[in-house]
T-cell receptor
Framework: DTEVTQTPKHLVMGMTNKKSLKCEQHMGHRAMYWYKQKAKKPPELMFVYSYEKLSINESVPSRFSPECPNSSLLNLHLHALQPEDSALYLC?????????????FGPGTRLTVT | GDSVTQMEGPVTLSEEAFLTINCTYTATGYPSLFWYVQYPGEGLQLLLKATKADDKGSNKGFEATYRKETTSFHLEKGSVQVSDSAVYFCALTPYGNNRLAFGKGNQVVVIP
C-alpha cells in the first residue's frame, strides 16, 4: 500500500481564520513533506520532517506552522493567511531521506483564502 | 544548482500515437531521476524512476532511460490512450539528499 491521505479535500477560509490540514501515511515512512502547488506550476517544497523532527524549512512565512505529532501524522496549521496563499497543498512521504527514496504524494488539499 | 529542463509547451496527440517528452538535467554527482504524473484535480503519482546510468524505468507502458552521457531522461510511450491525458513532471534528487527538483511539467492531451 503506497497511500498518503489528506484531509480536508477542499478548504475555504477567511484571512482571520485558523485552520489545519492533516496528512497521514501507514507505510512506516520516516520522512514527510509539505509542498505548495500553484496552478500550472510544479510543487514547491515548504517543510521536511525526518524522524518526527523538522529538518528543512524553506523560509516559509510563520503563518504556516507544521507539526508532526507522530511518525504517521503531519499537520499544517494555518493562521492569518493571504489570498495569494490559495493553492493546492500536497503532503508526501518517503521511507527515509536520501536520493534513492522516492516520495509518495497524497491527493492534496485545495485551499482558497477569501 | 541542480535543475531539470522539460520541453516547452503542451503536447497534443491522437489516440494510439507515440509519445515522447524530453527531459534533461543539470546536477553534480549522480542524481536519481523520476517521472511523476498528475491527473486533473489530483496529487502527483510516481510513474517511474531510475537511480543510476543506463537504468531503464518502466510502468504502465511508459519507459525512460537514464542517459548520463547526454544528461537526459526522456519519457516514451508507444501507444497513448485518452486516459493518459495529464501533466507529466520530470524530477531529480541530487546526490546526498532527496530534495526533489522538478521540471516545469508538460500538459499532455490525447484526442480520441
Amino acid at each position: 500500500d503506497t497511500e498518503v491521505t489528506q484531509t480536508p479535500k477542499h478548504l475555504v477560509m477567511g484571512m482571520t481564520n485558523k485552520k489545519s490540514l492533516k496528512c497521514e501515511q501507514h507505510m512506516g515512512h520516516r520522512a514527510m513533506y509539505w509542498y505548495k502547488q500553484k496552478a500550472k506550476k510544479p510543487p514547491e517544497l515548504m517543510f521536511v520532517y525526518s524522524y518526527e523532527k523538522l529538518s528543512i524549512n524553506e523560509s516559509v512565512p510563520s503563518r504556516f506552522s507544521p507539526e508532526c505529532p507522530n511518525s504517521s501524522l503531519l499537520n499544517l496549521h494555518l493562521h492569518a493567511l493571504q489570498p495569494e496563499d490559495s493553492a493546492l497543498y500536497l503532503c508526501a512521504s518517503s521511507q527515509d531521506l536520501g536520493r534513492d527514496y522516492e516520495q509518495y504524494f497524497g491527493p492534496g488539499t485545495r485551499l482558497t483564502v477569501t | 544548482g541542480d535543475s531539470v529542463t522539460q520541453m516547452e509547451g503542451p503536447v497534443t496527440l491522437s489516440e494510439e500515437a507515440f509519445l515522447t517528452i524530453n527531459c534533461t538535467y543539470t546536477a553534480t554527482g549522480y542524481p536519481s531521476l523520476f517521472w511523476y504524473v498528475q491527473y486533473p484535480g489530483e496529487g502527483l503519482q510516481l510513474l517511474l524512476k531510475a537511480t543510476k546510468a543506463d537504468d531503464k524505468g518502466s510502468n504502465k507502458g511508459f519507459e525512460a532511460t537514464y542517459r548520463k552521457e547526454t544528461t537526459s531522461f526522456h519519457l516514451e510511450k508507444g501507444s497513448v490512450q485518452v486516459s493518459d491525458s495529464a501533466v507529466y513532471f520530470c524530477a531529480l534528487t541530487p546526490y546526498g539528499n532527496n530534495r526533489l527538483a522538478f521540471g516545469k511539467g508538460n500538459q499532455v492531451v490525447v484526442i480520441p
